[in-house]
């Protein structure tokens, strides 16, 4: 099945920093999603990016599907932003179930 | 418009007896997908219902089952609890047009064996 990797595993920054979260996927894809688990574990969907860019807030996506990547970008970082950041593609082709990454965890100091 | 729902919130069970959570997904969605996430670990896929049927199931033992209604909603039970069961498990609802549809994922069961 599909492998994806993501990069930094931990990240620690101070508040009002930015910072780049990526996701790689050994094949081609034709979904990828972002999702951000709060400390509680709640799970919110971010973005819903194939491909292309989006942006939404302080928050963007670029997924570049020839190279097998996506990465997260957060401008400046709120306490709020602490947790983990996951990406998650299909397990195969058109497969309806996701394959998740292992995660960003982020911790954001005021 | 609610979002995915579970419940109970959290779960203690002692090690052989059997849990049942539940999921209700957004109004619309078909799809019910569930999830363990043990301490330290990512998301892992469990079970995936659509229109009241199992379509597949992950890398679980059998004593891992459930069921969907006609409502949609799902039930998620664990038998013959183990240790290793304590777990948050995520359901998540999406709309099955074709392939893996937008993930909606709900609060989660905090469920602990002892």
């Known amino acids: 099945g599909i492998q994806v990797e993501q990069s930094p595993p931990d990240l620690i920054l101070q508040e009002g920093a930015n910072s780049t979260l990526r996701c790689n996927f050994s094949?081609?894809?034709?979904?990828l999603q972002w999702f951000h688990q709060n400390p509680w574990g709640q799970l919110i969907n971010l973005f819903y990016i194939p491909s292309g860019t989006k942006q939404n807030g302080r928050l963007s996506a670029t997924t570049v599907a020839t190279e097998r990547y996506s990465l997260l970008y957060i401008s400046s970082s709120q306490t709020t932003d602490s947790g983990v950041y996951f990406c998650a593609v299909p397990a195969s082709g058109g497969s309806y179930i996701p394959t998740f990454g292992r995660g960003t965890s982020l911790i954001v100091h005021p | 418009e609610a979002g995915v729902t579970q419940s109970p919130t959290h779960l203690i069970k002692t090690r052989g007896q059997q849990a049942t959570l539940r999921c209700s997904p957004i109004?619309?969605?078909?799809?019910v997908y569930w999830y363990q996430q043990a301490l330290g670990l990512g998301l892992q896929f469990l079970l995936w219902?659509?229109?009241?049927?199992?379509?597949n199931r992950g890398n679980f033992p059998p004593r891992f089952s459930g069921r969907q209604f006609p409502n949609y909603s799902s039930e998620l039970n664990v038998n013959a609890l183990e240790l290793e069961d304590s777990a948050l498990y995520l359901c998540a609802s999406s709309l099955a047009t074709s392939g893996m549809g937008t993930q909606y994922f709900g609060p989660g069961t905090r469920l602990t064996v002892l």
């Open positions: 219902y659509d229109e009241g049927e199992e379509r």
């Open positions: 109004s619309g969605h078909t799809s």
């Open positions: 094949d081609s894809v034709n979904n």
